[in-house]
């Protein structure tokens, strides 16, 4: 297998009422895995911006976008996968979460807000997730393995 370069990613950490947004982004709920909003980075594009488009396709939400708190890496090596996510302290600056939504291009199918002692309830990635959104301090999380 030819090794492909790592993908660059961007995802949002949004609290509101201290309760963290997460979207689940498999097609049809294949899996109850839970994430951050975010995707891949469009080229001549900044990671903020490419983040504002991101979250608005999947949530509907527009935010405003703050400091970086957290690198993390995943790789399934049997697939030659690597992407490199920066997560990014955002605010809500227009819209709520509509629960008829939907991802313009179909990967999300839930949007939710967790607690922090919710998150104990539900498989979610990465796992220094809850650290990064409740924390204070910059965080890198090497090369988790990917799963679904």
Known sequence: MKPRPPRLAVRALILHQDRLLLVNAFRGSVSDLWC???????S?????????REVHEETGLTVAVGAPVLINEFHAPEHGFHQCDVYFRCTITAGVVDYAWRDPEGVVTKRRFFS???LAHIRFKPDSLPDAAWGGAMLYDPLEQMVR
């Open 116 to 118: 922090r002692g919710e």
């Open 44 to 52: 001549h594009s900044s990671l903020p911006d490419n983040l504002i």
């Open 36 to 42: 951050a909003p975010g995707g891949g980075v469009n």
